[in-house]
């Protein structure tokens, strides 16, 4: 009972904060409220007991992407901007609220069924115990034993796009810094 | 009272429609990008919740390979926005419009 | 759903709270220890008066005497602060400095109520990427006092902090995964017990001698995860006063510090249980002083003897390493921006992949062979 009042203390939170964070003025607070909602939901993952992903979670998120998130906002510096919004127009949340109800019901037990597995969904969720995968004392080994061989393409796959990333990013940073050296 | 993979569900539907707000509401690129982040991260809680729900281990590997995803989009997009404020001194959306005559 | 009992409630409890007081030790012991050593090289006297009660024990009531100075110190907040990042920002190391202490491994386990208790107070499955997942928060307490210092050193400062953590941990990373493909496991008791061997029939069957130049990178990065000297760009004085220091005094200021050092002990503790064999004495398993000794004692005495002898052992190398440590930052100068970025891109991550590969191909050639 005390885990799961965590896991519902920590998911109200997480939302509540990310409400707060894209209604912000400086960049900084956003991006830090968005490493505590980061946090929390590593910390969700444990509950549902997937430690290894937690982890990872917190090493590459936090410890990686959101330090380079506030590396370039330092970088540039900016003053506090006054809050603009763009305008919204009726079709916009009609969609929304289309795809929300839709979502809501994926959510749902029968629709998760079909998400899942396209089976029959009840058997398949009653079947089974609610939470915690049963193997939870071998997670880091399932889930690399998993990656090296299901998923193999998909590793090298996301490998070369990281590749195509790394070496992106060092392309569009050396030719600003070429146009620069032009005009001045 | 639903089972925590079913309430991890739910909250990863909330997280995405708050991102999904941001992103259509901002006007400043870096926090759009901190927008298209915490959808990221709700897809991430929804895979790992599926995980839990079905009681198998794919979500969870599903779930490193959006992260790798997440930091190649997050390196591009931050050189992206560096060398558009070299060019413009603004990370304004409104203000990149040299395509519109 | 992993259910506890109270034993392991309170025991690991306990556990937490020693680690929490060895790590907030550390500080105070090791700036008298750094003064010390850095008069001793330059043939100074150093800090050798304050004493307590009269017994002047080499000095070391200095670090009472600095606490309370910084204790009663004026607190001062800089007007055009961005406030509540200002007083936030010293509070993060602090937090993940003292919350990383938890992982340390004191020793295998004891028997307590018929129950066995893991002498490593948080053992999760992924065992010491913990350690790393809180050690990479900590940087966030650099990058906001530099950008709530309002201040162009403190910004100056706490982008480089940035910029550096993120360089080296890439570095940091590739030189650990040869030693999880040589132990097998993340854990890091397992491979403390697999250390306690005899490799070659004279040595310990450390991490060291199987992974050397994963030791030597390891090393060169976790002096830039620490800031210490060779690398501590964020704060040199030579250029940037104090770095993201410079709006700091009085107890914020060695609240920063606080968090510094008791992030170096446990890095350095991380460093002896993965190549120096942790809390085993070399040679001298703790599997053979079990034999040895529990036919007098009886097994569970002798766990209970066995454990301060551990703690004691484990203290040893901690303290020699950062003997090291201090040693290295009264020896080596302070590195130019671009050699440390050039050191961490272009030299170690090339030979930390290098290494990754050759171990990889080893590993298996041993092992399928």
Known sequence: MAIQISFLIMGILAVFLSGMMITRKWPVTAAMLLIIIMMLLAGMYGVLGAHFSAVAQIIVYAGAIMVVFVFVIMLLNLPPEEL?????????????????????????????????????????INARPPYYPAEMNENVKNVSTLMFTDYLWAFEIVSFLILAAIVGSIVIAKKAKVNNAKSS | MPSLPELGIYFSLLLFIV????????????????????????????????????????????MFFVMAVAACEAGIGLALIISLYRAKSSIEIDDLRMLRG | MVELSLTQIISTILLMLLGIAVGAQVAPIMSWVERRQCAIIQRRLGPNRVGIFNFRIFGLGQPIADAIKLLFKEDFVPP????????????????????VTVAIPWGSHVVVNNQIVNLQAVNLNSGFLLIFALSSLAVYGVTLAGWSSNNKYSLLGGLRASAQMV????????????????????????????QSEILFGFLPNWGLFHAPVSFIIFLVT???????????????????????????????????????????????????????????????????????????????LTRWILLPIGIGVLLLKVVLLMWFFVQVRFTIPRFRYDQLMKLGWVYLLPIALVNLVVTAIITAFIKFH
């Open chain 3, 80 to 99: 055009y602060v961005h406030k509540a990042f200002y007083v936030m920002a010293p509070v993060v190391p602090v937090i993940t400095g003292l919350a």
């Open chain 2, 19 to 62: 991102g999904l707000f941001g992103v259509m509401f901002r006007k400043n690129i870096i926090f759009m990008m901190l927008s298209v982040e915490i959808m990221l991260n709700a897809a991430n809680l929804a895979f790992i919740s599926a995980s839990a729900l079905t009681n198998t281990i794919d979500g969870q590997v599903v």
């Open chain 1, 84 to 124: 603009r919004y763009g305008r919204i127009t009726i079709n916009e949340i009609i969609l929304i609220g289309i795809g929300f109800l839709g979502a809501l019901f994926l959510g749902t037990k029968v629709g998760l069924g079909y998400l899942v597995s396209g089976l029959n969904s009840t058997t398949l």
């Open chain 3, 167 to 194: 360089s080296y941990e890439v570095a940091m990373g590739m030189s650990i995964i040869p030693l999880v493909f040589i132990w097998g496991t993340l854990d890091l008791q397992v491979m403390i017990s697999r």
């Open chain 3, 222 to 300: 976790i002096f830039a995860e620490t800031n210490r000297l060779p690398f501590d760009l964020a704060e040199s004085e030579g250029e940037l006063v104090a770095g993201f220091l410079t709006e700091y005094g009085a107890m914020r200021w060695s609240l920063f510090f606080l968090g510094e050092y008791s992030m170096m002990f446990v890095m350095c503790v991380l460093t002896v249980s993965m190549f120096f064999g942790g809390y085993e004495i070399p040679w001298i398993s703790q599997h053979l002083l079990l034999d040895l000794l529990s036919p007098t004692f009886g097994e569970a």
